[in-house]
Each structure stands twice: as structure tokens, then as C-alpha cells.
């Protein structure tokens, strides 16, 4: 499903989340398009306990992505980077890594309580490590960040 020409990531990712019933706010690719998935005011369905208290952006890639695979991505984190400084703006979401403490998970190991004790952008992997590995060990947050922060600053 991942680096299809056109639209086909961002379609096959609309076509998953219908059927599995999972969702995130926004979508993007490789190419740098994006898509709407869940307006920002309605709850998506990406993260469990945390669905209501976050807003999603899902990056069309794999965890196992090398910072090498992610930086020749420019147009995606370029896209990434928008949305991050909308959002940043919108709901005044501090442009750095948030910190999160105090995950439990119940029986069938699905987190049933936690804290953001520091706002900002959160990955899948802190708010669920131990059922979620995503962007990856390769993940170059700091561009990404930097990019968002620009943005966040030229934007009127």
C-alpha cells in the first residue's frame, strides 16, 4: 500500500480505515499530498485511550525506515511539517516532543491510562510502546520539528 503513483496510497489508507474502523485526522505521502480523513473536531480512532485528547497525522511508511528512506522524503515531510505548524497554531501545541508517563495497559493490552506531562507532538510509539513501533527508530524529528517551526513562524 505504501509509495503507489497518484492518490493510491492515500485512497488504500481511506479504504482500510472504513473497513477496520480505525482513522487518524489527516493522511500523507511520500509525493507530499495530503488527505482529510477525520475533521479536527471529531474524535479519530488511532490511538485508543488517547483518541480523545489527540489529533492525528498518519505518514505513509513503515517503521523500519532508515533517517536515510525518511529524508528522501522531502514533499512528505514537508507536508508532515504543515500540518504540525496548523495544528501548533490552531491549538497552541508546543512544536517539540511531548514526554508521557504512566502508561498501563489492562489484560489485553490496550493502554487504559497515562499523562502527557509535557505537550507537543507525540508519536504512536510513546503513547503505546508495547503495541506500537511507529515512525521509527529512523524517524528524523529533529527535521521534521525544525521545518514545523519555520513554518509555524512565517505562516500569517
Known amino acids: 500500500m505504501v509509495d503507489q503513483p497518484g492518490t493510491g496510497d492515500l485512497l488504500g489508507l481511506a479504504r482500510f480505515f472504513a473497513r477496520s474502523r480505525l482513522s487518524s485526522h489527516v493522511a500523507d505521502d511520500a509525493d507530499g499530498l495530503s488527505s482529510r480523513m477525520v475533521a479536527d473536531e471529531r474524535m479519530a480512532y488511532h490511538a485508543t485511550y488517547w483518541?480523545?485528547?489527540?489529533?492525528?497525522?498518519?505518514?505513509?511508511?513503515?517503521?523500519?525506515?532508515?533517517?536515510?528512506?525518511?529524508?528522501?522524503?522531502?514533499?512528505?515531510?514537508?507536508?508532515?511539517?504543515?500540518?504540525i505548524a496548523t495544528w501548533a497554531r490552531r491549538y497552541r501545541i508546543p512544536i517539540r516532543r511531548c514526554v508521557v508517563a504512566g502508561i498501563r495497559y489492562n489484560r489485553t493490552k490496550r493502554v487504559v491510562a497515562g499523562t502527557i506531562v509535557r505537550r507537543g507532538v507525540c508519536s504512536h510509539s510513546q503513547l503505546d510502546p508495547r503495541n506500537r513501533g511507529d515512525p521509527g527508530r529512523g524517524y528524523p524529528w529533529d527535521v521534521?520539528?525544525?521545518?514545523?517551526?519555520a513554518r509555524a513562524a512565517g505562516a500569517g
Do not use: H
Not at 52 to 71: H, K, N, P, V, Y
Not at 144 to 149: D, M, N, P, T
Open 144 to 149: 521534521v520539528l525544525s521545518k514545523a517551526r
Open 51 to 83: 483518541n480523545a485528547t489527540t489529533i492525528a497525522i498518519e505518514q505513509m511508511g513503515f517503521s523500519d525506515f532508515s533517517r536515510a528512506t525518511w529524508l528522501a522524503r522531502p514533499a512528505q515531510l514537508d507536508a508532515t511539517a504543515g500540518w
